[in-house]
């Protein structure tokens, strides 16, 4: 059975794709990493194309179970080669629901197309695909995966069946 609907979502993003996490700076007198301003141009201008998608397409679909995901990224040149981790991460970070934290409490401030990033539970076939100086971009494909209330593993995604079963869906 599948948590969500049978129906895979595929979109591309333009633009050159950064990683997160690589920038150490001080902040407050102690060495964080945060994020590169490579990183949070790359994030905006994302954002700004998912919200164009879902006006063109009248809404993004939005999944709550277990998914796998597929990307394929094409870079401007080789120069600050990326590593695939890191552009995987960030991809799953830019997707996910978005939440502010305050007073130790964590509130939706904006629903993309993951409620969360752990519940992409396959990976395969994610690479980075070439060199394109014309069109660098990130083409993604999101597919719900079958899941077996026997054999899941994931709390969340346990809780979320038992959610489901109560209201009679499954």
């Known amino acids: 059975m599948k948590i969500d609907k049978d129906i895979p979502f595929a979109f591309t993003i333009p633009g050159q794709p950064a990683t997160k996490k690589n920038s150490p700076v001080l902040v407050r007198g102690r060495a964080v990493v945060l994020p590169s301003k490579a990183y949070k141009a790359y994030e905006k201008a ?4 998912l919200e164009r998608i879902e006006a063109e397409r009248g809404g993004l ?8 995901l597929w990307a394929r990224y094409f870079l401007q040149d080789r120069r600050a080669y990326p590593d695939l981790n890191g552009l995987i991460q960030a991809t799953q970070d830019i997707i996910s629901d978005e939440y502010s934290h305050k007073d130790h409490r964590k509130t939706l401030k904006r629903r993309w197309i993951l409620a969360d990033d752990r519940l992409v539970k396959s990976l395969d076939g994610c690479r980075i ?12 494909y999101i597919e719900p995966l079958e899941v ?5 593993t994931d709390p969340a995604i346990v809780r979320l069946i038992k959610e489901r079963m109560q209201q009679g869906l499954f």
Do not use: L, N, S, T
């Not at 994302?46 to 194309?49: P, Q």
């Not at 695909?129 to 993604?140: H, M, N, S, Y």
């Open 129 to 140: 695909a070439g060199i394109d100086k014309d069109c660098p971009r990130v083409e993604i």
């Open 148 to 152: 077996d209330a026997e054999q899941e």
């Open 46 to 49: 994302f954002r700004k194309e």
């Open 61 to 68: 679909p939005h999944y709550d179970g277990p998914v796998q």
